[in-house]
Nanobody
Framework: QVQLVESGGGLVQAGDSLRLSCAASGRTFGNYAMGWFRQAPGKERELVAGIVRDDRESWQVDAVKGRFAISRDNADNTLYLQMNSLKPEDTALYYC?????????????????WGQGTQVTVSS
């Protein structure tokens, strides 16, 4: 079992920055590829950014490239999402998820563990 707890969400204005954190406990964090997903009201949950388990590769959806950066600290069992130049369309519930594999996947069903989510609201 892996327990994931997100933090760092909040209400900000357009153009502001936030850093989300996901603290992992349980099994070895470094054994999992990690992803940040988001779900806006009335929309499907989507992968925003992902990182392979040894930190060598990462991926971001086109909508956030150049604004969001994913990183991980395997020694500290923590996943991060630095979000800059936030836009109202970034408003969503953000989840971290762990996949028992080297590579990330865009499919929700490929992830084994999920956090409860942290709300990000961006006002215009």
């Amino acid at each position: 079992q892996v327990q994931l707890v997100e933090s760092g969400g909040g209400l900000v204005q357009a153009g502001d920055s936030l850093r989300l954190s996901c603290a992992a406990s349980g099994r070895t964090f470094g054994n999992y590829a990690m992803g940040w997903f988001r779900q806006a009201p009335g929309k499907e949950r989507e992968l925003v950014a992902g990182i392979v388990r040894d930190d060598r590769e990462s991926w971001q959806v086109d909508a956030v490239k150049g604004r969001f950066a994913i990183s991980r600290d395997n020694a500290d069992n923590t996943l991060y999402l630095q979000m800059n130049s936030l836009k109202p369309e970034d408003t969503a519930l953000y989840y971290c998820a762990a996949r028992s594999a080297y590579y990330i996947s865009r499919r929700i069903s490929d992830y084994n563990y999920w956090g409860q989510g942290t709300q990000v609201t961006v006002s215009s």
